[in-house]
């Protein structure tokens, strides 16, 4: 758990109501991590030993449930996640090509955020629309039919609207 | 009055539906406007259906949120010459006419929000009759005459895991639905849950009445946040109409019935694993025997059935054994939900009956290769599975035949690859992903894994040695006859077929450094030849790396040391001037 953010700041009461909830129901760790995430975008250290203080499930068994599922994060993500299909579909149809293009565009690899804290990209296995495949998912929008042209037009416009944000 | 549906299942959603619905409730339509899931024909979307007075159908496709007004005034006046590039063509339309849906019927067609929908086209009459009219026994009795074997990839017959669990001895029992769908590229069971997932409640319930469970439990994906809230829904609704709970339509039947999402991890695929999932751990294999009927969830018997398997059990209810097991093979009853994609002309969801021969489904169905290239192979089983060759074709859709060729039946992955696939590649691609999703319990898929990963990683790089074939298979025979769990068992799976089939691929890249299919990056070279270049700087303008240099009219040149061996100059040149060797 080397790489996981430490920062102890988090606000811990936000957990309160999930785990008066959850906390007696056996089986249910996944479901606290999960709602956890949703709070907090990620799963800081703070966050995990409190769920095993409120538990009582010993630190070692979240912390591996946690580390184990792909879905759980230790580091906070950028503005715009961006999540490449790397399923068989998308494989079969050039998705490697735009993952170096995202690498030579943005510099950043699987699991890596930028600098400017924008971009985070993750491989994904399949986004079930393999009709569309190649296929990227940009928080809740999902891209089709991509090319690398069309993957570098999609950043920069992203790049564009944050500016614009910013700038507001 | 005319009804208007709008496909919005996940691929429809991404490719637009959303915004075409909102566009059409703002025009004038004077029609109902509703949605229903998957049609099925994914590589249309977004699709729009027209119903009129009589039920007669009229399908638009690929439309945008700009032919929403053309579509309402089609609708209000049935002049239908504003839409023409928008109908369907004949050709689009056998897509749907050569199958037969069972697990599929209703998707595309009801409204997978509405229970009232799903009631009127007759749903939950089976479970009404199964509860009401049969015994448990008769229950399971039926599902045996149907022949219906598990649909999750392993084929096992479903009335003797339900037998199995019914007999096993204690109060406390579970029914778990396993929709956790992990082969990468294939999303049968996504569509029936966005689709229709009161159809798969209801093929719940009654194998929770069959082996006596009083808690029926979905596990999710969860990557198909759709799914989920649907299902939700539809769970909401059942609870309200008194389908789930206590005493089913005064049967003295109760069941409980509830969805856990999981986390993102393939081996949760696996029926142990999901069931340490379930319990809150990590989804790591349990020893079998015992069985999940004997000790599962909690340590009480259990059954665990594919979604597709599921969606079958009201049809067989209602229309009886006999009637499913007409279709199909000897071996094989009823029929089987497909994804197909890759290099597919028309991909999407497609339900045949067993028996049907593979070239049928696609070519006939599927309409061939979407790239002027031919068709190679056709990867069945996803992680699990393997290859089957282009001239192995006429292969029929059963699990023993299909398992001749060393692939499987599997969920229903059906990845379509032509000339241009490197099959050393495809097998890299599957081993570098059960090489990451393995859990780590057992030491043969998890070291083994790796050590396959390696040797394709070689050979992909040109760094191949002589003897390496015959390392891969010794090293995949072990791991099969070591491996913990179906995942190291069948992970070898993709390797050993593509050796059987393609060994001269394996000897090319490994003897010639040489890459047939022309995909292993670092075994190729672009060139421009002078001979035939112009000098247009097209290829230039394209290159997303700059390697392209030249003066305008005199030839170009390619800096190879920093050629991405994207192809893109490849495809821009007008003049044949970009060669790839
Ligand atoms: C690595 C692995 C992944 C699996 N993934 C799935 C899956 O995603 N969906 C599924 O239904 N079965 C999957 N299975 C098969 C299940 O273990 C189990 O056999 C199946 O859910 C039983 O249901 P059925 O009899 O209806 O097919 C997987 C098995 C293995 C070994
Ligand atoms: S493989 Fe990419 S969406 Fe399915």
Redesign the interface.
Known sequence: MSNCCSCGNNDLTLLNETLEHYASVPGSLITILQKAQGIYGYLPADVLNYISDKTGIPAAKVFGVATFYTQFRFKPVGKYLIMLCQGTACHVNGSLMLEKTIFDTLGIKDGETTADGLFTLKNVACLGCCSLSPVMMVNDETYGNLTPEKVRQILAHLREEAEKEAQE | MKTVKVGQG??G???GAAKVYSALEKTNLNAKLTVTGCIGM??L?PIVDVYDENGELTRLVRVSENDAQAIADFVNTGDASKVKKLLVCEEDSLFLKKQTRIALRGCGIINPDEIDDYVENGGYTALKKALTEMTPESVIEEIKIAGLAGRGGAGFPTWFKWNAARASEGEEKYLICNADE??????MD?AVIESNPHNLIEGMLIGAYAIGAKEAIVYVR???PLAIIRLERAIEQVKENGIVGENIFGSGFSCSFRI???????VCGEETALIE???????MPRLKPPFPAQSGY?RKPSNINNVETFANVSWIIENGGEEFAKLGTPDSKGTKVF?I???IKR??LVEIPMGMKISDVIFDIGGGMKTDKNFKCV?LG?PSGGCIPADMHDTEIDYKKLSATGAIMGSG?M?V?DES?CMVGMAR??LD?TAKES?GKCTHCRIGTKRLLEILDRICKGEGREGDIELLEETCNEIKAGALCGLGQTAPNPVLTTIKYYRDEYEAHIKEKRCPAGEC?DLLKYSINPEKCIGCSLCSR?C??GAITGEIKKTFTIDNEKC?K???CLDACRFGAVEKR
Do not use: N
Not at chain 2, 261 to 266: E, I, K, M, N, Y
Not at chain 2, 277 to 283: D, H, I, M, Y
């Open positions: 996940s691929c959603i991404s490719a994914c590589y979307e992990g082969d990468p590229g294939a999303f996504r969860a990557e198909y856990k999402a999981g986390a993102g991890a393939f999932s379930l319990e809150g751990s990590r989804g909690w994804a994609t890759g290099k991909g999407g990867q996803g992955g990845v690859m696939t691609f599957f992903f859990c990056i394209k997303p790396v991405i994207c192809g893109q």
